[in-house]
Structure formats: structure tokens, C-alpha cells
């Protein structure tokens, strides 16, 4: 203990010399309960070791088994459930019943109080709430034939990130990370930003579930002012890190101790994944998170605000080898005031996420992330009669409008296509299933093959469904 | 999943006595149908409803438009959303016909064309006429449906089972081991050796008051070989005030409880509750008083109505478990669907509020009785002004807040009048300004309720309309799609038969008495089910808010059922519910690991063995502070600030609970959503929360204070300082190895530590608070710092406190095994 302890002293902290106490620390433990979460740890060092590959939870980054461009992902999701006709699936049919009923509908038509517009080399409409989004519709993918199951907010939010409605199921991020590991093993791989206060369904929406503690998101703060409250407790103000490192060593010897009576529970071996990247975080995320790092004139590019802050985040995060970034940008429920309030949300997200495309194909970083921004269902062509004298739209779960673009996404381009009146998803129509194995099929995974196997049975992100929609790859 | 077929065989055979039975009914709703009459229908009417009604409104359809089956009579009677598809005998009022005459642009079928040929009309007109003959009955599918739904054990009447027989008789203490022991015994499993006196003395003290035992405690315990040792710990705690802050913040999680309104036009409305606190005072009370649980139903739900409330005015804030929820931007039937979702989910374990728009999915609950509840709650409304508790009004303190909130409703009006002069003149600029003035007018008001130290508490009631009303179903939950007007009135599922509609005023009392009353068997089953969870770290039922038929299958039925049975018998007495289940054997079980018995039964859904639980939020923050002697244990009251330095070390569940914004550290420790009851929180295992042991101060300050005490450095060794810290912490002495851990780290400490790495050290980092979060305790004032700890110094550690630091830090602090 003593001759470890001094060549700690000895050396600055680098992060390297911290590992190698890891393995000193496994070598003398006998390679207890801690034996596949510090292997974990060790990550790619480790693996030429006996202990077989497969059997270890690991954030090792692994190729996929196909082919693929996209190895980053950033879901912004609209939470709330944006409007369609207003945004991305113009209908002028609704302009002409506006104020009358529509065949074979209850209510009355609502037009869209947005002029939409033809943009870019493919000519796609966008609605004048997007005007930068709009400049960049070449790059895009607009699916405008989604569909899903259950029109109310929280089942439906969980139900886009997890595929399930009723049963605790991992997050898409949390299936990402598990097939591909990550780049960076002091950052967590998959990390989810919200803007103050939790989305419905909380932790649902980046949950692990029954794949290992790792796989789970990280769920962070962005409203706070700066990176010591964006992290709560990043710094510890009283112990240098030389210092702490031995002290954490200390803790899981402990727990070694602690545990040798009790089950080897999975929830005390993630607890030591999360204590090692929580000690590993302290410098990196910090660094990741401050954005005083950056140059005012890409501040400025974001827009200062809270989505442009959340997005400037989601690069720093991209370009340090996060593999999975969930950016929560909701507010999109407008039963009532949609005329006034629907462009409010739309200029939020407008201008940061325009600038986070630029951004990330200045870097070229653009041909391997996969942006994806939706929400969990759409809105009805018809004025929501639970609304006041400036009216809003409904629930509709049988049409609302996802955009893709980036890694390997068919850019300039829209499929599938709603009704007349953009009520129901006609033409290619999309499902919740069909976009996951999409998305998992521009990572390089068959999505039938991506499975997990708990309590006897191997489960995968689609259920038993799923269809890779070919034409929007490139 | 509307289609089952593969169980249907099974069914079937058992329902032979139910078809016939559904076939009389059916026959005598009309006249029997004669033979020529049946073959008319037969050549010329179900082909044509077959080819082309059957894709959408039968069930083989995908999935069924308009609520509408034509697959059988009844539906056909019933109709869909937009009412009966046949009136017998009256083609001119059936809206079947309508449909397929094509003359109403709105109500066309088969909706795409082509239109049905003239002479397939008359002949739908003609058997209309003559009555609509048909001789359909429910299809099997439809019947299994209903009738499994009307089997499932959730509410099948309440028995109170006998205990099984056992071997093992030696081992079962009580009647509730022998229903756990029976099960075991049926897998060949035993179950653990019980657990150590240490390891029981702080299971049970955490379970109950959520606070480690003090080494004293421990110690008594120990000494005490009399056989009713642990009945005794077990009521001290019981007995505990600390008891209710633990088991009151259960409840709040089901409350779905918030201090602030969520959802608000922030610009013309204050999002604060200056008063939520009321109702969480009232929960704790409750719990300590060991209030009968079917009296704390109805007070939640109706304590106005009680003559008791006429004395004791307190019990009106019982109310506030209506009133807490979010407000929804002020949609008023969004606010009654919150109220009908707490009320069901949170004594009943039903998702009542999945049959707003349609008929519950799973469970046999109509749209039509979510809308009996609906009208109860939009019978009631929130009164201008809340009603005062507390009646020592008087004294200097008072005067002042008398005249500052007087003031402020002067200034109200006076603005409020200008507003209606400026709305005249349609001066918008002025009007604007005017608004702002009023929304600051009504958080000074906030604020000042909040935080005056002689403002007086006051009750979130609900009160009646006085003129309650029924409400009429909203087809698919729209508001103005208005259905036939339903009577206020219990669910059916759970009326046993017997359901007048309620008469008292909205009904909200009626309401609480079919909720407590004895032909409802779910009442209790979903009480005991949360305590024994709470308890065990999983309940019977997985799903503690939802018993429907989407639950899984209890892992012991009739264990569950007698508890419940006991738990009505007992009076609802929920501390006799705790002495029970605790006396037990098998809540003493060790939680110690056995490889065989973890394959056969993973989960230890049969409870082999103790779980091991990782304490809550509140729990760790609380044991934290109360090792560290720095545990504030003042009661009750106006919430406190446990978020920003210098934090309130009062205990956790006084902190304020922001529900638009809540604070990170919970979140991160799986904080229950105040927006849902939450029966179950989640259990989730992030980085954040070792950084939080790692470097908040709070926990840092724990471990200097460890160190500093008297006793501490009284000890005369190493050896016996480690003892100390294990005994104060872990509350046992340390092993050998464990001592050896401990002096080598102390020893092998740098010589002078140093704060190296931090430029924001003897700085708090996160009292800071930011323009964009109005609603926190830069406004809750003095009394908002009331209770708080003091600033401290980051002086760096000692080698000791940085020890005990570990010490705190290492999982056995964290979880209860």
C-alpha cells in the first residue's frame, strides 16, 4: 500500500497513472466482485486478458457490424408534440376549409397561420417559422409520414425513446452505447441535456433499464449559470486530485469488504462504474461544459440562449467522442394561442440547431453524426375546442413530421406524406419501430440483431417490429 | 393486443355458463326474431355488414373507428361515439342509414365509396323497420374480454384467507410467515437465518423514521435478551415524531406534492403555492397520529364536509391533496383529470384517467364513468381566498403583515380598475405595463404569505359549486363534443353492485365513502401493498399505481388479501400494519446472497432473503446530516432551502419542491416527478450522485464534524477512533481488515495536504442564483434562511477527515441491507 501511495505522491495526476493503481488495486483484491466493472474501467487494456470480451459490460468503442457513416448521434427532442402543418407538411387544402368542417372528421379546419415557403436546390416547403433551418433543407431529411401509437405526451415521449409504452425498456441512447461503446472514456458516452425541469417520463427517456448501469444516460442541468452548477459537485474545493484518487481507492476497498457478505448486486458494481467516471468527469466534463471556452463569435453564431447554449453543448460534446447526445427542446403543446406561441418554440431551436449544422460540417463532423430532431406524436388539422378564442390543435397520434440529417442521411429529400389535410399518415407511412431500425441501420446494426439477453429472452430496441425505411439512407 | 385468440379455447370452456346466460339477455331485450326474419338478415344483411363495416368496426378490425362494433346486436344498439347506429324500427332516426343514404356530407359510409347500391339500402331500411333482427351475440373475443375482465383478482371481494400450513413451523412468527413460508417450501427454498441485531436495529430505524440509530440505541438493543426486544425498538419508533416525516414523504410522492403551480402564464401569473406546505404539515400529523387510513381518505377528499373540521379547522388542509397538482396553464379539464388521476391511481391502483377519450384499454373502466367522477370535480372550485387554520391572529407581528398585505390589495384594486378604464380605451402600451404591475403585485402577495413570520397558515380547500352539476361524457375528451350527461357515481368495476349516484352537494364525499367503503376490496389491498413495499423494496404488485389488468400477477395473493383483511379489521390502522409485517420472520431475514436460490428465483420475488435497498434521497441527505450531529430537527412549517449554500439542515422532506424546475440533486437521486403520483420511484445508478458524496460540501462538512467532536478526540488510538466512526456510521464496530484499511490510509496521508486543484475554494459555488429561476430562495426571505447552516471555510482535509469522508462515501452509508 505504502510504495503505491508514494508513487502517486511522486507524480503528478495524469490519468494514466490512476489506471495503473487500478490494476494494482485488482491484482491485490484478488480480482473480487470490482473484477468485470474495473475491467470495465480498463477498458481496452484489459481485454487481451483471459476474462472473455463478451461477458463484459465495456464503454470500449466497437465497430458495428455493417457498414456505416453516422457514429455520433443528437436527438433534439421537441417534446410537447410540434405541430406538422405548421412546421414541415404544408396543406394548403386547409387554408380553403378554413373555419368548415372536414369530410369524414369532427371540428373545424384550422389553416395554418404560417406562410410556407419553397427553399433550397430541392425546393422542399418550410415554414416561414424555420427560416435558417429552411436555408439548409438540402441537407435534411423530412419524413413526413410518422406515426405512432398513443397520443398522450409522457407514454408517447417514452415510447420514441425507449420503443416500449408499457414496460421498462432501454433508451435508444443506452442501446447505442451498449453496440458501439464510445470514444472517450472519461466523458459517459451517452448524455442527455435539459434545460431545467425533467420531460415527462424523467429517466424513462435515457434509462438503462435492464442493459448494465453504464448504458445509462446522464442526465444534465444546462439552465444553471455555469459549469460548476451545470455538474453539481464537479469540483471538490477541499481535495486535490492526487489526493482523492487515493481516497477513492480507499472507498472501493471498502465496498469490496462490504460486499463479500452480500449478493454481488448489479446496482454496487454500476455504483463503482459511476464513482470512477464521476472521478474522471471532474476534469474532463468540466472542460466539455464551459463554454467560456468558446469564441464570442460562435457564441453568438448559437445564439445565447437556452437551446443555443444546450446545442453549442452538444458539439463540445460530439466533438470530444460523446457517442450519444438527447437534447430536450419542448414546449411544442399548443392546444390554444398557436399563432402566437408555435413561432416562439420554432425561433428557440431555429438558429442554434442552423448553427449546429453549419458548425459540425466546418469541423467534418457533419457525415458522421446523425442529427434527429421530432417530437413524440403531431397535431390535428382541426382547432382544438378545449382552446380559447386563439385556437390550437389537438393530439394526433397518426401523422406528425421527424427530420433527419447528417451521417449518411439522403439530404434534401421528404418521404412519405400525410392525407389531404395532414390528419392521417398515408404514403410510406412511418412507425416509432421503423424509425429506430432506421436509425440503428445508419449506425451499422441490423436492428434485429442488436439484442440483449434478460430473463431468458434476447430483446432488442424494435420489439418484433421495425422497418428499415431505405430510401431516406444515402 | 386487442386479440387474444390463442387463450380462447380454454376460456371458452369455462364460459359455457356465461353464454348462455348472455344469450337470455339478449333475447329478451327485443322480441325473439323469427325464423323468415333471421333469414332475411342472414341473405341480405350480414354480407353486406361483413364486406363492408367489418374492416373498421368489428373485432377483426386493426383498429375500431368511432368506438363503433357492427360485428354484433349490441353494438349495434350501443353505437359508437356519436350515439346508437339503429334506432329498431325508426330508419329515420338510425345513423347507420344516414350513413349509407350518403345525403349528409359529415356522415358518410362506407366512407371512401363506393356507395352502397339503392336496393342494399332498402333492404338495411327494411330490417330496420321490421326491428333489426339479428341474432349476433357477443363474439368470443369480446365475451373473453369482458369476462376475464371480470374475474381479475384486483376486484374480486375481499377474504381474509387462512394461513397455510407449513413445515417449517418454528420458523413462521407470525400468520404473514406462514404465507411466505408456504411458497417457499413449495420450491424447496428456506428462507435466511435471521439478521444480526445491529443489522435489524438499522433496517428497522431507517425503514421507520429514515434516520440511522443513534450508537446508544444500538447499544440498548444489544444488551436487551428479553424476547420482546425489537417489538420494543420497533415501537419506540413508531412512535417517533420522526415517523411521520418518513412515511408522510411516501405519501407525497403519491400526492404528487409541489410548492409551486407548474404550468402558468408566468407573465400574468405568480407560479408559487404559498400555502402547499399546509397540506404537507397535515400529512406528517397524520402518519404520527396513526389517523386511520380510511379517515385520512375521506379528510383528503372531503374534509370539508366534516363536522370535525368545524374544530378543528387544521383538517382543512387535507384538501390540498386535490389542490397541489399542476395548473395546467388554467385548462380547467386538464386540472379535473390531475384531481381524478390522483384520487384513482392514488388510493384505487386504477388508471381511471386512460378512459378520458376512450373506454379504458385493459380493465373494464367506460369512458362514461370517468366522466361520473369528472363531474364531481367540476362541481367544486378553489375559493377566492384560502381559509385561515390558525386563529391567534393579534400582536404587533401581525399588525405589520396585516397592513403590508391590506396595502397590497389596495394597490390590487386600484390597479385592476385602471385596467378596466385602460381596456376601454384600448390603450394596449399603458394596458401592458398595468398587467406587469398586477402579476408583481401578486408575487409581492406570494411572497409575503410565505415568508411573513405572523402570516397565518391557510388551507388549499376545494369547495363546492353551489350548484353541482353532472357532467356529459366529452367524446374522445373533447370538450365540445358533448355525449349523453352521466350521474355522478362510484366506478362500476368497484360498486359491487350497489351505485347511487351521489346527492351530497359535488359528491366528494360520497366519493370518499364508496372509495373506504366495504364492498370495494381494492381500498386496502393498494394500501398494504405500498407499506409491505416500502418495507421489502418491491410489493406484492410491481406496479403500485396500477392494479389493472396490466399488472403483473401478485407475488403472493393471499397474503396480500389477508394483510388487507387485518388492515380493516385493525381499524386502518397503519402502525398496526408496520408491527405486524416487522414482527415477522420474514422482515428479520439476513440479506445474504445464496448462488442456488438467486437462479431459481432471481428477483427474490418469494423473499428468500432480505433486499438490499439503497436509501432515498431524503434518507441519505438526513443519516448524513445526523452522523455528522448536525441534524436540525425542528418540525413542520413554511420550506426551506436545501439546495444552495449555506443549506438548511433541516430535514430533507421541509426543502421546497419546485415542480417546473426541480432541484438537480434530486433529480439525480430519483427524486418522485411531482406531476404524476408515484407509487414507485425509479432506482437509477449515475455518476452525479457520487460526485454528490464525493465533493458537496455538505457531506465534506459531515466528515470534519465526525472528526471534531469531543468524543472523537477523546479516543485514546487509531484503533479505537476507526471503532468510533464505524459505530457512529455504519453502526457496527470494524473488522479487523477494516481497522488495518483504516490506519495504513491514515497513515500514509501526505504530510501537509494541499488544496491544489481549485481556484473556487472557501467560495460557494452554488448559491449563485440566476435571473431565469425567479421562483427560488432569493424570494423566500428570511424565513426562507431560517434553519439554515452556516458558511464554512473549505479548509483542506486532515487525514482523518478525509477518512471519515471515505467512510461516508462507501456504499455501506448508502444502502440498508
Redesign the interface.
Known sequence: MGSDNKYIRDHSPRLEDLFVTRRQFLQRTGMGLGMLGLATLLGEEFLGSKVAAEEIATLAPKAPPLPAKAKHVVHIFAQGAPSHVDTWDPKPALAQYDGKPIPGMDGLAMASPFKFEKKGKSGIEVSEVFPKLGELVDDLTVIRSMYTDIPAHEVATVFMNTGSTRFSRPSLGSWVLYGLGTENQNMPGFISLRPGGTPPGGSSNWQASFLPGLYQGVSINTKAPGVNQIIGNIRNQYTPLDEQRRQLDLVHQLNELHSQNLQKDAQLEARLQAFEMAFKMQTEATDAFDLRKEPDAMRDMYGRTPQGNQMLIARRLIERGVRFVQVWAGGWDHHQDIEERLPERAKEIDQPLAAFINDLKQRNLFDSTLVIWGGEFGRKPVKDRNGNDNPGRDHNAKAFTTVLAGGGVRGGSVYGATDEFGAAAVENKVHIHDLHATILALLGFDHTKLTYRYNGRDFRLTDVAGQVVTPVLA | MNKPPFILPGVLRQLCPALGFLAAIVRSLGAEPTPSQLQFFENRIRPVLVQNCYKCHSDQSEKVKGGLWLDTRDGLLKGGDTGPAIVSGDPEHSLLIRAVRYTD??L?MP?KGPQLPDSVVADLVSWVKMGAPDPRTATVAQKARTESSKSHWAWQPLRKPSPPAVQDSGWARTPVDKFVLAKLEEKGLKPNPPADKRTLIRRATFDLIGLPPTPAEVEAFLKDESPDAFEKVVDRLLASPHYGERWGRHWLDVARYSDTKGQVRRQREDPTYPFAWTYRDYVIRSFNEDKPYNLFIIEQLAADKLPASTRNPTNLCALGFLTVGDRF?E?Q?DIINDRIDVVTKGFLGLTVTCARCHDHKFDPIPTKDYYSLFGVFSSCAEPKFEPVIVKNLGGPDYSDYYKKRMDLEQEKDTLEAKLRELRRKGDREALRNTLRDLRQNQTRVSQLELTHPAAPPRAMVLEDLRRPHDSPVL??G????KGPVVPRQFLEVLSGGYRPPFTNGSGRLDLAWAIVSKQNPITPRVLVNRVWQHHFGEGFVSTPDDFGM?AEQPSHPELLDYLAARFEEDGWSIKKLHRLIMLSSVYQES???NPRY?QIDPENRLLWRAN?R?LEFEALRDSLLAIGGDLDPTMYGRPVDIESEPFSTRRTIYGLVDR???A??L??F?FA?P??PTGKR???????????L????LV?EQAKRLVALPEFQACPDEESRIDFLYQRIYQRPP?P??IK?GS??VA???ES??????D????P??N?I?A??PMRFAQLGPQGRKGRGVMRK????KSWE??A???L????ASFV?
Open positions: 356530407p359529415d358518410q366512407p396553464m385548462m379539464n367524446i374522445r373533447d370538450a365540445g363534443n396490466r440479506s445474504a446472497n438467486a438490499i439503497r417546473s424546475d426541480i438537480d440533486v433529480v439525480n430519483d416527478n406531476d404524476l425509479h432506482d437509477t445508478t449515475v455518476p452525479q450522485q457520487a460526485l454528490f464525493m465533493n458537496s460540501p465534506i473488522r481488515e477494516e484499511l495504513e490510509f500514509s496521508a501526505p495536504p494541499t488544496t491544489s486543484n481549485n473556487a475554494a472557501v467560495r459555488i452554488s449563485e440566476s431565469d429561476r473549505r479548509a483542506p482535509l478525509e477518512y469522508h471515505a467512510l462515501q462507501a456504499n455501506e441491507n
